[in-house]
């Protein structure tokens, strides 16, 4: 047996470098305030450690770089796109593979014909863009998560779990003939990264076939759940990570992915599936609003990286040392004593900021000031994920708060090192000294949809 080392070893050495800004307090204050509070509103350049988002902020190898340069961008028929067809026919068993831009355009394309007027699609928890994409169809977006998976602090092997129960029960209340699909998330997103067991997957199918309902995987992060099956449920210690991956790919009928995340690129999506039929409508509207089949708003270079992406992936030190570094992370911050959503997922940390800052009200946005605070200690940006990204005003103006205050700091593939996450948990620790605060802030401006983007701020 191979020894286990304490040091987070990055399994690559690094080819080209891009400087970071190293910024003073003063200037980060300045920034921020210019900034309406709201980092999203931050120039890149005026952030040291970049935690908004893992979606298309990974790095390339020199092998996907040496394959932007051999892309084909031929509009038909592409060397590269043949190349990324067969990698993903290979990993899905699915006949039928499209290109898109990014995950959002397969959702649109296939919620679109699945979804209208009368329609419930179900799912362990939708994303924020794939209930967008099913809502502007007139349809419904049930999330059904298992109770026990909403305790934070309980560890569980699989919160990303669908209640299959309540599955069950909203199929046959609604009728099977108005589902427009069951949607399972893997890893599950909006719930924190947590990973879906395959157990849970092939009672789905099974739920599936019993009343003739579509399953759908969006399994942008199917690597990092592969990672998770293979550690935590009995029988799959022998498998490899892509046999696995493709074990459960193999259980839908349909599987959407943004490449962004696990196909360890900047741009891309996929859209698969398994009927000829419903494979014909999907193409009809992919001609009209992406491309021609074989390129699907991707330059051939961008196919081409995609393919060596989505082989990289699997490899095995890279995914031990992915999943280990957003583990080590989250193990620290919580040994000093911060609030996290545990067992710690696969992208990323999710900080309780409500539970941080107890006396700041949540009308005030206790997770906005943990993510100002972030930065304006040490240039770290990251996203509140409660009561900004998803209060409500209820009949009466007042205000609904998100069920949680939560901060997510999600991380970037093969981006910073473990002298960069030292750093993070070293900020986080100035931050916990000073945040004797019972005051947060006021929104001083927001648009009519997805505030959190655009909102200004000013302290109360
Ligand atoms: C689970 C899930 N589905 C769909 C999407 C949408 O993909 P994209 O941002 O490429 O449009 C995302 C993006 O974060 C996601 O996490």
Redesign the pocket.
Known sequence: MEKVRKTLCEPFRIKAVEPLTVTTNDYRRRALEEAGFNPFLLRSVDVFIDLL????TGAMSDRQWAGIMTGDESYAGARSWLRLEKTVKELTRMPFVFPTH????A?RILYGILGGQGKTFISNTH?D??RANIEFTGAEAIDVMPEAAKDEEVFLPFKGNIDLLQAEELILEKGPGNIGAVII?VT???AGGQPVSMANVKSLRGLCDKYGVKLVI?G??IAENAFFVHEREEGYQNKTYREIASEMLALGDAF?M????DGLVNI??LLCLKDENLAQQCRNQLIISEGFTTYGGLAGRDMEALAIGLDEVFDPDYLRYRIRSTTYLGEHLRSMGIPVVWPIGGHAVYVDAGKLYPAIPKDQFPGQVLVCDLYLAGGIRCVEVGSVMFGKRGERGEFIPAPRELVRLAIPRRVYTQSHIDYVIEVFGDTLEQRQKDRGFRIAWEPPFLRHFTARFSAV
């Open positions: 988002t893992d979606s298309g990014q995950g959002r355009a959702e994303f863009t794939t998330t599950n997103n909006s969006d942008c992060r959407i943004s490449a962004k995340k891309g999506g």
